[in-house]
């Protein structure tokens, strides 16, 4: 049973935008806080961002912080993640998350919901 279906992937060029979305059922869109994670060939999966499940509180690594928003969207139970000011390190397979706890840590949890990853690629 798919929990969480991520969409929005694909390629763009240094400076231009993207936006991904993540597909979540209805009970875990409105019990968990959701998240972003990406992962580079070779590297850990790494926290992007996350939004609580209030949707008020938001947290953001700090690379991204300025330049990504993720929000909520209740009428259509997704979580969006707006790139803008794209830079080829942001190059990664990004990767919805969800728990019922807090992502105020940023930290990664095999035992989080996971989707199946959608792949960007900034270009120069």
């Known amino acids: 049973q798919v929990q969480l279906a991520e969409s929005g992937g694909g390629s763009v060029q240094v400076g231009g935008s993207l936006k991904l979305s993540c597909a979540a059922s209805e009970h875990i869109f409105n019990t968990h806080s959701m998240a972003w994670f990406r992962q580079a060939p070779g590297t850990a999966r790494d926290f992007v961002a996350a939004v609580d499940w209030g949707g008020d509180v938001t947290y953001y690594k700090d690379s991204v912080e300025g330049r990504f928003v993720v929000s909520r969207d209740r009428a259509r139970n997704l979580v969006n993640l707006q790139m803008n000011s794209m830079k080829p390190e942001d190059t990664a397979v990004y990767y919805c998350?969800?728990?019922?706890?807090?992502?105020?840590?940023?930290?990664?949890?095999?035992?989080?919901?996971w989707g199946q990853g959608t792949q960007v690629i900034v270009s120069s």
């Open positions: 998350a969800a728990r019922r706890g807090t992502y105020y840590y940023k930290n990664f949890d095999p035992n989080d919901y």
